[in-house]
Nanobody, 121 residues
């Protein structure tokens, strides 16, 4: 079965950087568009960005555009979310999801367990 495992979360000061990873197994990762979402306490799950199966196209939420970068290594079955210039409002649990290029979480079939990112001011 498909399994997605996020890692790389943690506590960082405002202005700092983190890189999240999403390791996939149980399917053909190179065929999947991958999405990233986040959810803060008391809020709905929010689209962060998505990357096409071949890495040639990306889509970002307005709130992270210019600060976050998506990439992937299909040889390693892993997707990445590089987060720079982090702000306290980026604090959330971050999830990767397969397979889609949509901002709607309803269109994704598989989800990781999430990794916590906390940005202190």
């Amino acid at each position: 079965q498909v399994q997605l495992v996020e890692s790389g979360g943690g506590l960082v000061q405002a202005g700092g950087s983190l890189r999240l990873s999403c390791a996939a197994s149980g399917g053909t990762f190179s065929n999947w568009d991958m999405g990233w979402f986040r959810q803060a306490p008391g809020k709905d799950r929010e689209f962060v960005g998505a990357i096409r199966y071949n890495g040639f196209s990306t889509n970002y939420a307005h709130s992270v555009k210019g600060r976050f970068t998506l990439s992937r290594d299909n040889a390693k079955n892993t997707a990445y979310l590089q987060m720079n210039s982090l702000k306290p409002e980026d604090t959330a649990v971050y999830y990767c999801a397969a397979s889609g290029f949509s901002a709607s979480p309803l269109l994704y079939d598989y989800w990781g367990q999430g990794t916590q990112v906390t940005v202190s001011s």
